[in-house]
């Protein structure tokens, strides 16, 4: 029987101390883990070695089957804690970082040192026969690889993922007909996080046979597709202007690589068009295509084309001038009825511009207008530091000139046509009687011009004018409120 002097009851006690550490005691930094572990492997080894348990050869007998029994037996732990104090060195000292978030490696990588540990204590410790139990065990391997075959191509079909790297934790892809973010990827499959937030497991078998798409790379371009079908009587040349338009209008989308429209393909009742473009970043995404179905939209109404259900006879065709149904599409004036849409119609004035013409400025303002843009592209900017910062663009039914409009207080922005533009001109005097009318018309206007403010602030002011800048504009905004309020009265 083992005595309190004796080294088995040490190397118990070790093994037990090993594991409550192990188990109960909470280190979070991977280096102090890894030095408790060192630390009970080392006093482990000293123990055995000191008290005649080579793991090197047999337990000694000494007529006590009970000593040998756990002598063998902690001589055989003593591998297997060496096989896991060398996994988890290797794993840092040898492994790339990207392979530490995938687990597939780590665990063919630790299942062969433990495989090589478990044969060392068989043929040193237990001095069984090695080359019998490796014939033995092939034998047996053949068997359940026959068993296993579906679980085995799931584990080679990971090794070759995980070496060719299509995907990373973290990446965004399409895997056959399933899209989501890759949240892990172990020996058997790949799991992957969809937009309706659900785990959707995918065997490494069947992502090694079908299509795999990587929204994350490249990593500085991100590609977006809009197909719009297009009734066939309209001319193509018309909806390519005004889908090219659409993707010039939102200064989310890269300029290189440029924006491609086409036509994607012809059916017996429409044509199909399509926008590619790209952004910078993945988030961007959902955004600019929402985005660009509106600008879509709104410049084909600009052109006169009507995006309708194709499948259902086309209506009859609405007896209104291009002033009408622009106003009708410019959000402030969205509660106005027909007769003052009218109205204010027969007083707008129609000016064409080139690209890179000048549509407003304050220093060539003569009086205060509201410029509402029919057709092309428009960039708004503001000078500074010599040169000029763009605010932001403008599409069919936006307009510029409110400040002028409310309190009479002419905007320091320059706006100029990114491509042929057609503007038509609302006057101060013509608009003012709506206003007086239609306080909430006002209120608009002002909630534009906020949004409008906010995003200059940001750009333009210094923290220590940020505040002045501000309280100026919102004084503009409450004065001719307030003016409007008791021409309504």
């Not at 055989?76 to 392979?99: C, K």
């Not at 090219?244 to 939102?250: H, L």
């Not at 491609?260 to 952004?279: H, K, L, P």
């Not at 009825?337 to 119609?345: R, S, V």
Request: hydrophobic share 45%; proline share 4%.
């Amino acid at each position: 029987m083992p005595t309190l002097t004796d080294g088995v009851l040490y190397g118990l006690g070790i093994l037990v101390l090993d594991f409550l550490a192990w188990r109960f005691v909470a280190i979070r930094r991977e280096q102090a883990r890894l030095g408790l572990r060192a630390l009970m492997f080392g006093l482990s080894t000293y123990v055995l070695f000191s008290s005649g348990m080579n793991p090197l050869r047999a337990a000694p007998w000494e007529d006590q089957p009970l000593r040998h029994l756990l002598a063998q037996m902690l001589e055989v732990v003593w591998w297997l804690q060496g096989a896991r104090l060398v996994t988890i060195v290797l794993d840092r000292t040898v492994l790339p970082e990207s392979w530490h978030k995938e687990r597939l490696f780590q665990d063919v990588f630790g299942a062969l040192v433990f495989l090589a540990a478990a044969v060392g204590a068989i043929a040193f410790v237990l001095q069984l026969p090695v080359r019998g139990l490796l014939a033995t065990s092939g034998a047996l391997a053949v068997v359940l690889g026959l068993a296993i075959q579906s679980t085995l191509n799931d584990v080679f079909s990971g090794v070759v993922l995980n070496a060719t790297q299509p995907f990373h934790i973290g990446d965004w892809v399409t895997i056959g007909d399933v899209e989501g973010k890759v949240v892990e990827s172990n020996w058997r499959a790949t799991s992957l996080l969809n937009g309706q937030g659900n785990i959707v497991v995918i065997p490494n078998s069947v992502a090694a046979r079908t299509n795999i798409v990587n929204a994350n790379q490249p990593s500085h371009t991100h590609g977006i597709s809009v197909v719009l079908p297009v009734k066939p009587t309209i001319r193509p040349a018309t909806v390519l202007q005004a889908l090219a338009d659409a993707a010039a209008s939102s200064d989310a989308v890269l300029a290189d690589p440029k924006p491609i429209v086409s036509v994607r393909r012809a059916t017996n009742d429409a044509i199909e068009y399509e926008i590619v473009c790209y952004v910078d970043t993945l988030s961007k995404k959902i955004d600019v295509r929402n985005d660009l179905f509106d600008l879509a939209h709104r410049h084909l109404l600009s052109r006169g084309v009507v995006l309708r259900p194709l499948s259902v006879p086309e209506p009859a065709a609405e007896a209104t001038d291009e002033k009408h149904r622009l106003l009708c599409n410019v959000l402030i004036f969205q509660t106005l009825d027909d007769g003052e849409i009218a109205e204010l119609a027969a007083k707008l004035t129609k000016h064409e511009f080139d690209t890179a013409d000048t549509i407003y400025t304050a220093a060539d303002e003569s009086g205060h207008e509201l410029h509402i843009l029919a057709r092309g592209v428009a960039s708004v900017s503001v000078p500074k530091g010599g040169g000029e910062i763009e605010l932001r663009r403008l599409a069919p039914g936006d307009s510029i000139g409110q400040s002028g409009i409310l309190a009479g207080v002419r905007s320091g922005v320059i706006v100029r046509a990114l491509t042929r533009a057609t503007v038509f001109r609302l006057d101060k005097s013509a608009l003012t009687p709506i206003l007086a009318r239609r306080p909430e018309v006002a209120k608009e206007m002002c909630r534009l011009l906020t949004e409008h403010h906010e995003t200059e602030k940001m750009l333009l002011a210094s923290p220590e004018h940020a505040g002045q800048h501000a309280g100026g504009f919102l004084q503009w905004i409450r004065d001719g409120l307030r003016r409007f309020h008791e021409l309504a009265i």
